[in-house]
């Protein structure tokens, strides 16, 4: 999980480093790299803190997609569109994941009390 977000930090940096090449946006270079960066410190704080590492990154992907697929879907004229796409999928495949690791732990946790007798 730890390289999926450290890939998608990386590839939402670039992608707003390019976006900003081809467009000379600067929001879309701002955005690419707040999100990306806040994607590579999430995975950083993973190594110490693995479960707020990853809520972190969930609440993130959760706040990207918000913010980046009604952008796009909107304006489809817009030279954006095609960033906001990128990034809002980049995102939703970042939440998901978080959310099948996190409840794959629920569930672990919930197996682990059951043979303890916890009931």
């Known amino acids: 999980m730890r390289a999926l977000l450290f890939l998608a930090g990386f590839l939402l940096a670039a992608l707003g480093f390019f976006a900003f090449h081809g467009s000379r946006d600067h929001l879309l270079l701002q955005g690419g790299l707040t999100l990306g ?56 495949v970042v939440l998901i994941s978080v959310i099948s690791v996190l ?6 946790q919930s197996i682990e009390r059951l043979k303890a007798g916890e009931g």
Not at 45 to 73: D, E, I, M, N, S
Not at 103 to 108: G, P, V
């Open 37 to 92: 960066g806040g994607f590579i410190i999430c995975a950083i704080f993973t190594f110490r803190a693995k479960w707020h590492g990853l809520a972190g990154a969930g609440l993130l992907a959760f706040l990207g997609v918000l913010r980046t697929l009604p952008a796009a879907v909107t304006d489809s004229r817009n030279p954006s569109t095609s960033f906001m796409l990128a990034a809002g999928a980049i995102c939703l």
């Open 103 to 108: 409840r794959a732990e629920r569930r672990r």
